[in-house]
């Protein structure tokens, strides 16, 4: 479930604890989603970066993210259990440190 490797969040326990599950976030307008059997392919038009999600489970998150008032309501609505919860973080702390997430305000 983690993402490329370069950005190297996918694997660092401070990542999961500085990523705010509870805030909203959604999928950055940039972001163009290519689902494959593996999860599927971010790209990034704006920073023409590339991300390999490698879980259906996360690519379930990253899709429900604009509709879910949080990140760990998407999690939850995704199948995610609780104990796997800090290695979803982390992956969503990677993707937003690569901008392919962004945070979302309320409207």
């Not at 401070?14 to 959604?26: G, P, Q, V």
């Not at 982390?90 to 945070?103: N, P, V």
Request: proline share 6%.
């Amino acid at each position: 479930m983690s993402t490329n490797s370069d950005t190297g969040a996918s694997s660092d326990t401070a990542a999961s604890r500085d990523f705010d599950l509870d805030a909203a976030w959604r999928l950055h307008p940039q972001v163009s989603v290519r689902p494959e059997r593996f999860g599927a392919l971010l790209y990034h038009f704006g920073t023409r970066r590339l991300s390999f999600l490698k879980s259906p489970a996360l690519l379930a998150v990253v899709e429900s993210l604009g509709t879910q008032p949080s990140a760990r309501a998407a999690c939850a609505a995704a199948g995610v259990e609780p104990g796997d919860l800090p290695a979803y973080a982390r992956a969503l702390s990677a993707l937003a440190a690569s901008q392919m997430i962004c945070g979302r305000t309320a409207a």
